[in-house]
């Protein structure tokens, strides 16, 4: 059966009931949208602020590959595994983009037996908040022109407008355009493009504050352009800020969910893992630890990328502390690390598997010793995997004394992850996480960069051209203390994407460095970062459709 | 107090209870958006198909001015002053778009004591039917291009995409661009442009099918572009309609909210009015006159455009037919189409009210002979009317023997329309409808645009180019039996804005011709049409906050 068979199949509890018999909210505090999706009221969440919080556990991952890893399925999977165990534990996850449903990718919301569901409606518009996200966006870059239009009375530069339109969908015609086209009436003509929505600030900065307060104080913050003499020119000087607010007040909302077994997912907010921080929104997570013993969460691509941000970004501005990190692999993608060929992973490959397992071995280690976290590595397991593979696994891996262990969820659902569980309750209970930055607030910008690589990603240096490090020297000045969000390729530690593995002694290049100002960190752009994507030439458009009993059709 | 501190003072009554108490509607045929929002399923109302119908009624206007004359505060007050004399009313409105609220124009759920509330929900997100149809929109645009840039099997001519992208945000300038620049791997660059949501003919479509099955197929006619030969390539073609579909089906289900008085709305759907047919979805009218004695209905504009748009194409696609209609007037709008002057409207002026009387007077003979309905006239009350003002209006209004009314349900709420209910009651009881088109559908096109123009704008005559009359000509041959879509300005009978009154023996210009094979209509554009609205030099956006006590302040 596919994922969305699986999911169609299931039947749901009523999410109001469901989420005050599991967690206790009460039922006016939810705000229904639709029978099984709610979003929890903020005014409620106030009065939960002096109970303690549950343990909170990131799953991450290796290296990604083509052959996939499975972390939102193992995050769905231990969730469930762990209340099968008796824990009282909550998911916190990333919403899916709307657009690259209808490109290659199809949906994301876990798969298998480990899914989160109703699974159309969190992959299609879900409860709105994109939506909302992406206008709050185009308003803003609407009043920028508008403004232009009007006198320009701040003098606003057009040539160094900054700030971009953003649509939730796949669309390289949008990359670079030109707007303001057509005459007088029209404005100012100028280069322009289109990201999609999950790469806004305006999403970096709704995932990353507290309060209504903080995100408006943030969204006025965002730069968008500079004077002709180089001043930069904020959202709050449009007086933006307040309407962007009202269009996201609502969103702002954490969406509560269920499991196919019945257990509660917040799934709130969902920066792009590259230029921002790829993670689920701090309110989401901070209303998880409030109401459950146990939270797993997710960061986006690699440990490299994913948990480094989490840590460094969100966990440094809100104040989370992990209690220990779940490292996701599978035997297959360890192959492809290793030099097998995509087509051959099915095949036992003992050699390509040995020499790829240094992959996970760097993640692991960076895991335990630089962020400080007990670890845990999750096999997920596919039929196909031998008995021999997993011994050598676990054999080569003997040495770092951490626990591995092979879970069954995508097929089996929670019963398949109870192990897994098992494992991350034991390590939380017996080792004491030792959490900690890979740099403090005052190091200097560079030295944050190169902390990151030499540490995380195993680099020998950086490097950058003059122009990138003036500008670098010129943001220390005023946002010397924000953390920094590197924007590199996922699928190497490395700046080149065809070094598998776990390279050594790279050397990392910044090519571009920008600043965002409301989201508070400063993105260095270490490779080729595609801020819109396009369609391949057989979108899932095409397959996607209502079927004869009414049912959606295509979306996986 | 302002329409929204009204809105904002209004005890409200949980929609899932109150809809089935008013409506009868099961509790779990509601899929409930938040507390006081829902939309009724498709699956229920299939369920209703044998009931027999209440009884509609269409409320329009003299040309509209800017003074204002409330057709949606009057179809609410009216639908409030039915249900206080012991009708079972309910009242379908257009859903607001939520571009304008930044712009000028504000909120549009009513005004006074006459509104639908949650008055913020409804004019922000609502429950993002909006932004549904904006996307599948985007979708086909994002669809088409990737068609081009990979192989371009159809043969797309790329100076002949038709298929605009779509935004909800009045953003002047998206008004005319250029997409795809940047080199090859961002498609054939090509000029484009951005019109505002309600302008998409997807919002068309979505307002005159009747099942998703019309929805899906009319998607698929739409014609996005032509080849090098001229052959229209349609969304069909691109296999876009079923993921279209997809991206709708939720919207298409009917929204439920309630008046202030606790009565029942359907707000669904709102096509532009100019090159759309400007009235909320025929699902919803269905819906609504199943299930309650007496629909209040609006369609934008004046009669000229809305009235003859829902007679023309809404009924006579749908099977609808009115009972009666009302005209909203309000004494200053008379006296502007008299002549008086836009700051002086507040002050008694006879003679520019008697000159003045001659819009109405032609409305209301057009709504009674062209169209064949029973009508009243509903003057919609300010304070500083005067008792001579309206004895005027009912002396000068005597020989067409229609009932004139006093209506002040924007101080009064339905206690205020109470008058105007009996009279509109009355009158469906009285007076047969002999309700008819303005033209048949064998009637050729250009012939329609002239019987239109002459029986309903008081033209001698219609003349057009030849480029436009070939094109006319053209489409004759396959599109010939569709009705007719006039886009030309709202504020005179002809297409000179500045003629008010009832100007007589003008001549209306088509400019240009546009096929909507989608909608099922051909528009006839008369005059310049802005499908994408610009922001004023102090947008709406600049007052629009969230106040010190979390509630929205500034959208009125």
């Excluded at 508008?146 to 669309?171: E, P, T, Y």
């Excluded at 929505?197 to 500079?226: P, Q, W, Y």
């Excluded at 069954?408 to 659902?413: D, P, Q, R």
Aim: proline share 4%; charged share 25%; net charge negative.
């Amino acid at each position: 059966m596919t994922d969305i068979e699986i999911a169609q199949q299931a039947t749901m509890e009523r999410i109001l009931p469901l989420a005050h018999e599991k967690l206790g909210i009460p039922e006016e505090s939810l705000i229904p949208h639709g029978h099984y999706k709610a979003k929890v009221s903020l005014d409620y969440l106030e009065t939960l602020k002096d109970k303690p919080d549950g343990k909170l556990i990131l799953v991450t991952a290796i290296s990604p590959t083509p052959a996939g890893e499975g972390k939102t399925t193992t995050s769905v999977g231990l969730t469930d595994g762990l209340n099968k165990i008796g824990k009282k534990a909550t998911v916190c996850l990333r919403e899916p983009s709307l657009g690259p449903c209808f490109g290659m990718k199809g949906g994301a919301a876990g798969g298998g037996y480990a899914q989160v569901v109703p699974m159309e409606d969190i992959n299609l518009h879900f409860t709105g908040d994109f939506h909302a996200i992406g206008l709050a966006n185009n308003l803003l870059a609407a009043l920028v022109d508008n403004h232009i239009h009007h006198g320009n009375a701040l003098g606003i530069d057009q040539r160094k407008v900054s700030w971009r339109r953003v649509v939730d969908m796949n669309d390289r015609a949008l990359r670079e355009i030109t707007v303001c086209l057509g005459g007088a009436a029209n404005g100012f003509p100028r280069t322009d493009g289109f990201d999609i929505v999950v790469a806004s600030e305006v999403m970096a900065i709704f995932c990353l504050s507290t309060s209504l307060d903080e995100l408006k104080e943030r969204l006025g913050n965002i730069i968008v352009g500079h004077t002709r003499d180089n001043q930069p020119v904020h959202a709050r000087d449009l007086n933006a800020h307040g309407a962007m607010t009202v269009l996201l007040k609502d969103a702002f909302q954490p969406n509560i969910v269920q499991t196919l077994e019945g257990n509660m997912a917040f799934i709130h907010g969902g920066p792009f893992a590259n230029i921002a921080h790829g993670c689920n929104s701090v309110v989401a997570t901070k209303a998880a630890l409030k109401l459950s013993d146990y939270v797993v969460t997710e960061a986006g691509f690699g440990a490299d990328l994913g948990a480094e941000k989490f840590i460094d970004i969100k966990c440094r501005k809100s104040g989370l502390k992990p209690d220990a990190a779940v490292v996701v692999a599978t035997i297959k993608a360890l192959k492809y690390h290793g030099g097998a060929e995509l087509p051959t992973l099915k095949e036992e490959n003992l050699e390509a598997l040995e020499k790829g397992l240094v992959n996970l071995e760097k993640h692991v280690s960076n895991v335990r010793e630089k962020f400080g976290l007990p670890c845990v590595v999750a096999i997920n397991h596919f039929a196909f995997d031998t008995d021999a593979e997993i011994e050598l696994v676990k054999r080569k891996m003997a040495h770092l004394d951490v626990k591995i262990v092979l879970a069954e969820h995508w097929a089996k659902g929670g019963e398949g992850a109870e192990d897994l569980a098992r494992a991350v309750v034991q390590t939380i209970e017996e080792v004491p996480a030792d959490f900690r930055f890979i740099y403090d607030d005052e190091t200097p910008l560079w030295d944050k960069m190169k902390q990151v690589a030499r540490e995380v990603y195993g680099a020998s240096d950086i490097v950058a051209d003059t122009k990138v490090r003036s500008k670098i020297k010129k943001l220390q000045a005023d946002y010397g203390n924000y953390p920094i969000c590197v924007a590199k390729t996922q699928y190497s530690f490395s700046t080149d994407a065809k070094l598998l593995g776990a390279p050594k002694d790279h050397v990392v290049k910044i090519r571009e460095v920008r600043l965002s100002a409301g989201a508070e960190f400063v993105v260095m752009i270490c490779g080729d970062i595609m801020t819109m994507p396009g369609l391949p030439k057989v979108p899932a458009a095409d397959r996607i459709d209502i079927g004869p009993d009414g049912k959606v059709v295509g979306l996986f």
